[in-house]
DNA sequence: ATTATTATTGAGATTCAATAGCAATAATAA
DNA sequence: TTATTATTGCTATTGAATCTCAATAATAAT
């Protein structure tokens, strides 16, 4: 069963209407095959002249979680993220705190710590997030655990200095 | 080493200055042993006739997770919680998508499983997150999609509603 | 097919968590 | 004690997400 008839019998459960607008914001969603976020999704969908406002993409987003065809992501940039779920097969992410990179992997020892777990506090979880932080290849190579800090610190700084720069710049 | 040390040390190796308000927030915070967000942590040392506006407690939060004392946890009321770690035995989540209650655990395998995978991936972990999303034993039983909204509502307010209960009982 | 009912849409207004700007204050170093 | 400047509190601002409401369109009933 494909995304769009997926929510077809989602929609006809809940006595809701099958519109235009939500399938083609389904067909978008999974031909990205990534996560995004509401800001990209709405470009895309202008991109290819399909005017769906805003607000339809917020009232549809919630709906689309309710029937299993996306979950929310927690990134760190202040709002929210989703990534289609249904038909893809299910991942976690390393997020490196340096460079702020998505790493995916697939694990099946969190599945079965979730059946576990779950049969421990008499939970019927349908879902859970298995997520590691901390640096990616790349910048614990490159900075040391402990650099860290150090370079944060001159990297505020250095906006400071470049805040100022332009400031002096303007005559 | 408690968390105000903790803190300090962390303070002077930033070259950045000790504050009673920047303590004070330690303080409140350790003596929840519980998550909270900014609105709580606010009301709360306000009930203690601690003025410290919300602006430095959203100015301390970053502080106190790069200095490892919180993190931030993500629940689905659309604006960020934190709980402390620091001296904490690190824990995940059950949560409950029909009243948004939310149970601790711990399991050491997760911790076996951020190993592994760090490892697989030449990732240095410095954390991780584990998450089962589904239903409690309560609602499994009873699961009314009507009762969501309503039942989550009550649960996420009752919170308030505790911190203010305390507050008046004081003479 | 036609009509009635009402869920859905789009545009703009609104909310509210989070951030930024600024003058006053206070923590550190000299 | 004085100088420097990080920090605070207040206010204004931002921006993601929600809400309002008239117009539209999807479904059910006739």
Redesign the pocket.
Known sequence: MDPINKFRAY??A?????????ET?IEEIFSIHDHF???ELFLRLRNKKK?????????????LIESGLIREVYFED???HYEPIYGHKHHCHLRCTTCGKIIEFTDDAALKVQERISKKYGFVATAHRFELIGYCPKCAQRDGVQKKQQLYKENTEKKKQDANDEHEKRP
């Open positions: 929609i006809k809940q006595g809701l209407r099958k519109t235009p607008e939500r914001i976020d509401v800001d005017r769906i406002s805003k607000a339809s993409l917020y009232r549809t987003i919630p709906l202040g709002h929210l």
